[in-house]
T-cell receptor, first 109, second 113 residues
Framework: RKEVEQDPGPFNVPEGATVAFNCTYSNSASQSFFWYRQDCRKEPKLLMSVYSSGNEDGRFTAQLNRASQYISLLIRDSKLSDSATYLCVVKAAGNKLTFGGGTRVLVKP | DGGITQSPKYLFRKEGQNVTLSCEQNLNHDAMYWYRQDPGQGLRLIYYSQIVNDFQKGDIAEGYSVSREKKESFPLTVTSAQKNPTAFYLC????????????FGPGTRLTVT
C-alpha cells in the first residue's frame, strides 16, 4: 500500500461548480498535512496547510479526518485557472514529506 | 527577492556522463531536498540535508550524490550509475522546525540520450 494515495482523475468540472477529492495516508503517526498545486511542467506550490479543525482559504476548504486517515480538498465556484494537479503531502517524524501522485482537475467553460 | 533558483532549466547529456544540477536558496532555510518527478508520477525523494555538512539518503539515492558545504547551496550530481536519469529534478528548502512547509525551485529537466 502506498503511504499517500490519491485518485489521479481527471476530475472534469464545469466552471462555477464545486469539486472535492480526498487523499488517504497509511501512517497513523503523521503529524502535518498540506495541499500543493502543480501546473503542467512547473514546480509544486503550496496551496494550504491542513489543520485538525479544518481550514478555509477563499474558495478552498481543507479538512482532516484522523480517525479514517484522510484529508480532503474542496474547491467552490471553480475557475478555469484552477485547472492543475493537486498534490496531497504528509509529514511523519522528521522533516521528510511524502507526496501523493496527485489529482488532476480540469475546469471547463 | 527571496527564493530558490535552479540551473539550468533544461540539460542534455550523453549516457555515461556525470552531470551536476545547481540549487541555491536565499530563504535562510536550514533544510534542503532533492526530488525526482517522472511523467504522470508523484515526487520521489533523492537526498535531503537538514544542516550544513550533513545529508541523508532519501528513497531513491542510488546513482546520485550531493554535497552541502554552504547553507545556501545543495548541488546534486547525477552519476553514470543512475540507470534512468531522464526526469524532472526539483530542489526544495524548508525550516527545520514547524511549519515544515517546503518551497520549490523551478526545476531542471534532464534528458540523457
Amino acid at each position: 500500500r502506498k503511504e499517500v494515495e490519491q485518485d489521479p482523475g481527471p476530475f472534469n468540472v464545469p466552471e462555477g461548480a464545486t469539486v472535492a477529492f480526498n487523499c488517504t495516508y497509511s501512517n497513523s503517526a503523521s503529524q502535518s498535512f498540506f495541499w500543493y498545486r502543480q501546473d503542467c511542467r512547473k514546480e509544486p506550490k503550496l496551496l494550504m496547510s491542513v489543520y485538525s479543525s479544518g481550514n478555509e482559504d477563499g474558495r478552498f476548504t481543507a479538512q482532516l479526518n484522523r480517525a479514517s486517515q484522510y484529508i480532503s480538498l474542496l474547491i467552490r465556484d471553480s475557475k478555469l485557472s484552477d485547472s492543475a494537479t493537486y498534490l496531497c503531502v504528509v509529514k511523519a517524524a522528521g522533516n521528510k514529506l511524502t507526496f501523493g501522485g496527485g489529482t488532476r482537475v480540469l475546469v471547463k467553460p | 527577492d527571496g527564493g530558490i533558483t535552479q540551473s539550468p532549466k533544461y540539460l542534455f547529456r550523453k549516457e555515461g556522463q556525470n552531470v551536476t544540477l545547481s540549487c541555491e536558496q536565499n530563504l535562510n532555510h536550514d533544510a534542503m531536498y532533492w526530488y525526482r518527478q517522472d511523467p504522470g508520477q508523484g515526487l520521489r525523494l533523492i537526498y535531503y540535508s537538514q544542516i550544513v555538512n550533513d545529508f541523508q539518503k532519501g528513497d531513491i539515492a542510488e546513482g546520485y550524490s550531493v554535497s552541502r558545504e554552504k547553507k545556501e547551496s545543495f548541488p546534486l550530481t547525477v552519476t553514470s550509475a543512475q540507470k534512468n536519469p531522464t526526469a524532472f529534478y526539483l530542489c526544495a528548502s524548508s525550516t527545520r522546525g514547524p511549519p515544515y512547509e517546503q518551497y520549490f525551485g523551478p526545476g531542471t529537466r534532464l534528458t540523457v540520450t
